[in-house]
């Protein structure tokens, strides 16, 4: 289905950027041994439950947004489990990219651009913009997050993609205005 919103279409294929980002530095974090700070929450176990938890919420902005504004239930089948993650995991992004695709698409900038305040799951008002600004910044923080801690381990950031095409090795020009 063709979006009928460039915002929305923007959105979700930011998001989608997004968990891919997320999965490969996952995938690196996972390679070279990370260990997550301890703590009681269950999401943050160990890096499968880590991973879980943005591919669970994934699918659960979406469901969301068609509980508010009255659509059909998407039926997207749960994420892998934990355990299944690193096996699973890139499958299922296929999955979520296809169903935000064909359960967001209808979504006009009429419904995007709306002031009407919805209650999220974890109970913050939100209107639907904000929910799929939201859906970009989560997987963010724990790409961040995690790329953080491979710092910490010694391992090196990936270098933006653009920069190795602009010759990164090359240092900068400044030029005074």
Request: net charge positive; proline share 8%.
């Amino acid at each position: 289905m063709a979006f009928q919103s460039r915002g929305v279409r923007a959105c979700v294929n930011l998001q989608m950027q997004e968990m891919r980002r997320l999965f490969a530095v996952w995938r690196k974090a996972k390679r070279v041994g990370v260990k997550l700070p301890a703590t009681r929450d269950p999401a943050y176990a160990n890096l499968d439950a880590l991973m879980r938890h943005p591919l669970r919420s994934c699918r659960g902005y979406l469901t969301w947004l068609c509980e508010v504004l009255g659509r059909p239930e998407p039926r997207i089948p749960d994420p892998p489990d934990a355990a299944d993650v690193a096996r699973e995991g890139a499958a299922y992004l296929d999955v979520l990219e296809r169903a935000w695709e064909r359960h967001a698409g209808w979504m006009t900038n009429r419904v995007l651009d709306s002031p009407k305040v919805h209650t999220s799951r974890w109970g913050a008002p939100l209107t639907v913009e904000a929910m799929l600004e939201h859906a970009i910044a989560h997987p963010m923080r724990h790409r961040f997050q995690l790329e953080e801690l491979l710092a910490r381990t010694g391992a090196r950031r990936p270098a933006p993609k653009s920069s190795a095409r602009r010759g990164a090795s090359r240092p900068v020009r400044r030029v005074r205005a």
